[in-house]
Nanobody
Framework: QVRLVESGGGLVQAGGSLRLSCAASGRTFSPYAMGWFRHAPGNERDFVAAISWTGGNTYYADSVKGRFTISGHSANNTVYLQMIDLIPDDTAVYYC???????????????????WGPGTQVSVSS
């Protein structure tokens, strides 16, 4: 019933930019928060960024602060991730996630997001 779909991934050289998009649908109410995680080969799925609609607060992993910007529109349950100055370590499958029950208040962890998209590949060459 709930569906999240990402788009905007691709192949880019180091120093380049990409903009990811995600839309959540299938429910009659909006998520408390939406965010982005990424999964690189050999690693766990790590938190990247999140935004809570109430107050418009944003959160970032230390590895992307100053380079990535999360934004969104609560009216249509969309979220974006603007990525600049990309580096090879950013290479991963990026997943959009939604928190429907304000579980994110307890931490920016994978377990606190209840819905997930299928992911979009971001590859950064050196």
């Amino acid at each position: 019933q709930v569906r999240l779909v990402e788009s905007g991934g691709g192949l880019v050289q180091a120093g380049g930019s990409l903009r990811l998009s995600c839309a959540a649908s299938g429910r009659t109410f909006s998520p408390y928060a939406m965010g982005w995680f990424r999964h690189a080969p050999g690693n766990e799925r790590d938190f990247v960024a999140a935004i809570s609609w109430t107050g418009g607060n944003t959160y970032y992993a230390d590895s992307v602060k100053g380079r990535f910007t999360i934004s969104g529109h609560s009216a249509n349950n969309t979220v974006y991730l603007q990525m600049i100055d990309l580096i090879p370590d950013d290479t991963a499958v990026y997943y959009c996630a939604a928190d429907w029950v304000a579980a994110m208040k307890s931490g920016l962890h994978e377990a606190n997001f209840g819905s997930w998209g299928p992911g979009t590949q971001v590859s950064v060459s050196s």
